[in-house]
Every structure is written in structure tokens, then in C-alpha cells.
């Protein structure tokens, strides 16, 4: 979705998009990855970025606190680390369970 937004945005500015390379929006260049959360600060090789956004991966890895320390590495002075993701609660009655996590695991 976010990559349609921005070819979208890109478009209705004149520029071509194919959803891979970075695109020119206002004061900034955007760029969608996907890649491996605990191996981002050694793909960049020292790099740095605005903002790291992780969407819906944080509660899957298995070393959160190496993800948090390649986002410090590559975020600039200032920069913004974005962290959607959902966790549930440890003692869930099973009701609880059926009406709000089984549907989000199936």
C-alpha cells in the first residue's frame, strides 16, 4: 500500500516510479524495503536515515534488542524510529483468545 501511495503521490508531481527505486517527494526521497531487521545496519554500511519504520515484525524477531540497536545506528541526530506491532496480554481467558488473537494468527 505504501508503495502505491507514493507512485500515486509521484505521479500526480510529473515523476516516474516503478515502486523499487527511491522517489523525490517534497524535501525528501523515499525508498520501501524489505529486509532482514537484524542485518539492516551491516546491509547499509553505515548509512544513515531520517527514519526506520518496522510495521508488525518486532514481536516476530529473535533478538529484539539487536534490532534496536542497528535502528539507533542508522537513525540520524534527531531521526524517528516508527514501531507499529501488536502484543497480547500473558494471562488471556480463552474467550479473549478466540475473539481477539485467533483471528489475527489465522
Known amino acids: ?8 503521490e509521484a505521479a500526480s508531481k510529473g ?4 515502486g523499487v ?4 517527494l517534497n524535501d525528501g526521497i523515499v525508498r520501501y524495503m524489505e529486509l532482514d531487521a537484524e542485518k ?9 536515515f531520517d527514519a526506520v519504520w518496522i510495521s508488525e515484525a518486532v514481536s516476530h524477531l529473535p533478538d529484539k534488542e539487536l534490532f534496536f540497536r ?17 502484543f497480547k496480554e500473558e494471562e488471556l481467558t480463552e474467550k479473549q483468545m ?9
Open 21 to 24: 527505486m527511491p522517489v523525490k
Open 1 to 8: 500500500m505504501a508503495r502505491q501511495l507514493t507512485a500515486k
Open 15 to 18: 515523476q516516474d516510479t516503478d
Open 98 to 106: 478466540d475473539a481477539d488473537i485467533k483471528p489475527i494468527e489465522d
Open 40 to 48: 539492516m545496519a551491516d546491509f547499509f554500511n553505515k548509512a544513515t
Open 70 to 86: 542497528n535502528a539507533e545506528t542508522l537513525l540520524k541526530s534527531g531521526g524517528k524510529l516508527v514501531v507499529a506491532d501488536w
